[in-house]
Every structure is written in structure tokens, then in C-alpha cells.
């Protein structure tokens, strides 16, 4: 093990959750709006959609397979560590995590999030999360340091890369030759927010790399998933607003590629969020 590995004695996985079945979905969006006062039918709209889908989020259990890959990696590759998994908004909880971690003995683990990116809900609530959790514990809770945000990291691009090829070969070849769009979708957030921070510069710096690599010279980073007050402006084009032209242009652009690529777990977790905006009924 590295020197710089040797301080950590075990790696945690820190992610946002979601519900595992229908009794846990307005648990969960209280959880997640706790403190901003999101109206109720607001609340009662957002569940209705998960409702669509069984009232269960994919998220957990892509996060366990990603747990059982890691484990291979280490197992053979090493740094031989346990690895634990916690979430921001439901179980497993950081805090029940962390204190099980206490039990086990643990001391200083090493926090991989599964968000790549810098803004306040994706980087710094997170490490606001660990405080807290720690805190709740008291002084002998573990030691938790947050890796730095990774959306440039080579082999995340890689991932990235790798993901997308496939399917874009298909979809151009089905293309013939026509005109084919491209976009980048990520999760919007307040334009208040993103004045703050790094977030909209590192999707663009992702989105251009991974355009390089595939060889696509014109694209378009769109956004799903808004939420809040309508009042409020979050980064656009969203997603719908987005398609809906080109829907009605089909017959001179027959192809269309969007290339959900900013989350570490990526392509089915990324389909159910788009429908749960309502975008399949643009796509079908």
C-alpha cells in the first residue's frame, strides 16, 4: 500500500439514496427538502412520478453493484481495505454507517461520492454531511476525508467514453448518414448556486473531452430534474424544452444521442431519472 493509502483503514461509499419500495418514497422527498419549506402537493407531485415506477429508485442497488466491483479491484489490485456505504437521504444513513464503522474498529476512512462534481449539494453538503454525522457520534466517531471532485480524472472520461461508443456506432449507423444531434444532459441546479461555484465550467470541460474522444465535432449541454419554485431559475435548456423542436424536425434529423454521462453510476440510473421527468414521452 502506498504511503498516502496507509493512513486509511477503510474506503466509504457516500451517495444521496433513494427509496427501496412505494412506503418509503414520501419519507424519503421529506428528507430531501427538510428545511426549504417545498409545499406539500409539490411533494405529493414528485411522489406520483416515482409511483409511475413501483415507488423504487434504482440507486441503491447500482450502488451495491459498484461496492461489489470495488471489492473485486481491491481484493486483487489492492489497497486491501472494507468498504462501507452510506447515503445522505436514506438507509443505509451516514450516520448508522459512520457508527457501525465505530464498532468495527475503524479509525480514518477515505470517502468516494458518487457525484464527480463541485457545487454546494454535490461537494460541500457532503462534507457538511460528515460533520454532522460525526458530531452526532461524538469524539471517537471515525475520521472521514472526502477525495477531491473527479469529473476530469482520465478514467472517468474513460468510463465515460466507454459507455457511450457502443451506442452511438448503432445509432449512427442507423443514421445512414443524415444529420445527427448530440447533447449532454446533468442534473440542473439554481443558477444562484451555480454562480457559486464550479459546476457548469466542469460539465463543459467533461462534455468537451468526451465530444473529442468520440469524434463529435457540435453539441449541446442541456439539464433535467429541476426542482423548487418556479419562480426560481435554474441552469437551462432542460431537457423536455429541449426535444420537443427536434421531435417535430424527426423527418430531417433522424437521429438523436444523449449522452447521460455525469454521474459515476451511469446509464440505467440515468434513463429512470429521465423519466421521471417526463422526458420518455419526448423520446418515444
Not at 111 to 131: D, H
Not at 169 to 196: E, L, R
Not at 271 to 279: A, E, F, P
Amino acid at each position: 500500500m502506498s504511503s498516502e493509502l496507509s493512513q486509511y483503514d477503510a474506503l466509504l461509499l457516500l451517495s444521496f439514496g433513494g427509496p427501496d419500495g412505494p412506503d418509503d418514497v414520501l419519507p424519503f422527498l421529506k428528507r430531501v427538502v427538510q428545511g426549504r419549506n417545498v409545499p406539500e402537493a409539490r411533494l405529493a407531485e414528485v411522489a406520483e412520478r416515482y409511483m409511475q415506477f413501483g415507488g423504487k429508485s434504482p440507486i441503491n442497488e447500482l450502488n451495491e453493484a459498484l461496492i461489489q466491483a470495488l471489492r473485486v479491484v481491491l481484493e486483487k489490485d489492492g489497497p486491501h481495505l472494507p468498504i462501507y456505504y452510506g447515503n445522505r437521504n436514506w438507509h443505509p444513513l451516514l450516520e448508522d454507517t459512520l457508527r457501525r464503522m465505530r464498532g468495527d474498529g475503524i479509525k480514518h476512512a477515505l470517502a468516494f461520492v458518487t457525484s464527480a462534481y463541485s457545487s454546494y449539494s454535490g461537494c460541500r453538503q457532503y462534507l457538511e454531511n460528515i460533520e454532522t454525522a460525526r458530531a452526532a457520534l461524538g469524539e471517537d466517531a471515525p475520521m472521514v476525508t472526502k477525495i477531491r471532485p473527479y469529473f476530469n480524472h482520465p478514467y472517468f472520461i474513460k468510463a465515460v467514453v466507454e459507455s457511450a461508443r457502443a451506442s452511438l456506432a448503432a445509432i449512427q449507423q442507423q443514421a445512414n448518414g443524415a444529420t445527427v444531434a448530440y447533447a449532454f444532459t446533468a442534473h440542473s441546479i439554481p443558477q444562484a448556486m451555480s454562480a457559486k461555484c464550479d459546476y457548469l465550467e466542469q460539465l463543459n470541460c467533461v462534455a468537451s473531452l468526451v465530444a473529442h474522444e468520440l469524434g463529435i465535432d457540435s453539441w449541446k449541454l442541456i439539464f433535467q430534474s429541476r426542482s423548487g419554485p418556479p419562480h426560481l431559475p435554474w441552469l437551462e435548456p432542460d431537457v423536455n424544452d429541449y426535444l420537443r423542436p427536434l421531435r417535430k424536425r424527426a423527418s430531417r434529423m433522424p437521429g438523436f444521442v444523449l449522452l447521460a454521462s455525469f454521474r459515476i453510476i451511469l446509464k440505467s440510473f440515468m434513463i429512470w431519472i429521465l423519466k421521471l421527468s417526463k422526458t420518455q414521452k419526448l423520446l418515444e
